[in-house]
């Protein structure tokens, strides 16, 4: 199960800086890149699953919350093709 992220919501876009852009992609996207990486052979070996969560702000896009957003949708890339990859027959 998946569910962090370092994130200064209702900042808006144009005022955000490099830090702070940086520490939300590293922990929501990288995070959860690395913590599946981790999963993995866990999963394999025992046929378990990886689930994602995120926040009503995400989705479809609100207001100040653009980083995370961007963040979140990398997340739900990940978690779409990670399931093709792994899926039900991945692993036999």
Request: aromatic letters at 10%; glycine letters at 8%.
């Amino acid at each position: 199960m998946n569910n962090v992220v370092f994130s200064t919501p209702g900042v808006p876009l144009i005022e955000l800086d490099d830090r702070e852009i940086k520490d939300t992609i590293d922990t929501s996207l990288y995070g959860t890149i690395y913590h599946m990486q981790a999963a993995y052979p866990f999963l394999a070996a025992r046929g378990g699953s990886a689930s994602q969560l995120c926040i009503a702000e995400q989705h479809p896009g609100r207001r100040r919350f653009s980083i995370y957003a961007a963040a979140k949708e990398g997340v739900r890339g990940l978690s779409r093709a990670a399931a093709r990859e792994w899926g039900q027959n991945a692993f036999a």
